[in-house]
């Protein structure tokens, strides 16, 4: 195809579909309305905490292949950490009990058969049920599924699919939590090595892109919001910038990657996910304690993941929509107490700042789930791209992506 691809948002969908096409030799120019790159990955300087911070944490494993894929296209794999085996330490603040996850790199799980690997407190047949999530269908929860009760369930299954579904457990889609175990637990250890972006999501993610663009002639175009898309009945043919419009020519396509809610406001008789799920982030400006794990599961408190970074320490917490509304100082409080009990950290609050993302994800549920649109579309030059679309898993690194990926190949062929 000799024409322009137009890609409206530089998120990692986009991003993604922009790398792909100028690899493959393709004129991409793309028009993000903000700003910064990036969309919901980036990082930027806090002015509080007087240095760079990323807006959320993100934890990528080593078979997010995609991910990976588009990191070595841009030059940036080794911008990725992590230990040379799947580990995964934690910490029960019920119990104050302390253990490390340790999954053998094969896919036969011989992890689950010796006691010093596997979840203390379980026996081998315990991890049997989940063979029921990978049979899982649409339109069931995990908890029509499958049990969530019990040790396993607690100090596994229930960190786990909160963190990839950011949503309760037992309310998510069975489907994408099928997805989640395999790709991870049942794919053996060499897929669930855990990798952080060791100088944060926009020096890894996005920076590097950006350059690898540019190099190659492609067009970002950032504060260039789309207002509006001109169908014609089996195409777009003009794209409405507010101060001037594209026209399309014959061989030009669009690819748009966009949140959900901007993408129906473009397409009327779009119906995407409408319901969302926050995700709480707390940066630290402190050094974290000498040893400590890149990452850190917590159980039984209000964190569930401390991230240690030279000269920070940050923590996630999914599905906070129930902190939102909290004081930001009154919330900062309450989480360094529980950090600094963990790592034994001073208990004085150290400056502090506090990210809160209402919309992080789509309500990763059964009927949320079957409102997820594929990325073809009924006009030949148009296709959807971003980790709401029908990636098949739930609203992750990985899955926007991917289908970044899905529609510069689809566009490829269509336009």
Not at 32 to 61: K, P, Q, V, W
Not at 270 to 299: D, S
Not at 359 to 374: G, K, L
Not at 387 to 414: F, K, M, Q, V, Y
């Amino acid at each position: 195809m000799a024409g322009t691809i137009h890609i409206i948002g530089a998120g990692l969908s986009g991003l993604s579909a922009a790398v792909n096409l100028t690899a493959a030799g393709k004129r991409v120019v793309v028009h993000e309305a903000t700003a910064f790159a990036g969309g919901r990955c980036r990082s930027y300087h806090d002015g509080a905490l007087g240095m760079t911070i990323d807006n959320g944490n993100h934890l990528l494993l080593s078979g997010n292949r995609a991910a990976l894929d588009y990191l070595r296209i841009i030059g940036a794999a080794d911008r990725l950490v992590g230990p040379p085996h799947a580990e995964f330490p934690f910490v029960d603040l019920a119990t104050r009990e302390r253990w490390t996850l340790r999954i053998n790199d094969g896919r036969l799980p011989l992890w689950i058969l010796a006691a010093g690997r596997r979840v203390p407190g379980t026996r081998a047949r315990d991890y049997l049920p989940l063979a029921k999530l990978l049979r899982a269908g649409p339109g069931k929860t995990v908890g029509e599924v499958t049990a969530c009760r019990g040790v396993l369930y607690e100090r596994l299954v229930e960190p786990l699919l909160l963190a990839a579904l950011n949503i309760d457990p037992p309310q998510g889609a069975a489907r994408l939590a099928s997805a989640i175990v395999r790709e991870t637990l049942a794919a053996g250890g060499r897929a669930c090595r855990p990798l952080i972006a060791r100088d944060g999501l926009g020096a890894t993610l996005v920076e590097p892109a950006l350059v690898f663009l540019r190099a190659r002639g492609a067009v970002v175009r950032l504060e260039h919001q789309l207002r509006g898309l001109q169908f014609a009945s089996t195409h777009v043919d003009a794209l409405d910038f507010g101060s001037e419009s594209v026209v399309l020519e014959a061989g030009d396509g669009v690819i748009l990657a966009v949140p959900p809610y901007a993408a129906a406001s473009l397409i009327k008789e779009l119906e995407p996910p409408n319901e969302f799920r926050a995700i709480v982030n707390a940066h630290f400006r402190i050094e974290p304690p000498p040893g400590a794990p890149p990452i850190l599961g917590v159980l039984n408190g209000m964190v569930e993941w401390i991230f240690s970074f030279p000269g920070r320490v940050a923590v996630t917490i999914s599905a906070g929509d129930r902190l939102i509304d909290t004081a930001r100082d009154v919330l900062a409080k309450a989480i360094w107490d529980e950090v600094a009990s963990i790592t034994g950290l001073a208990p004085a609050l150290p400056p502090w700042q506090i990210v809160r993302e209402r919309r992080a994800t789509f309500a990763a549920t059964p009927a949320q789930d079957a409102r997820r649109p594929n990325a073809a579309t009924r006009w030949r030059n148009l296709v959807l791209a971003g980790d709401w679309i029908d990636t098949g898993l739930p609203a992750t690194i990985e899955g926007a992506i991917r289908s970044g990926h899905r529609a510069a190949a689809l566009i490829g062929r269509t336009s």
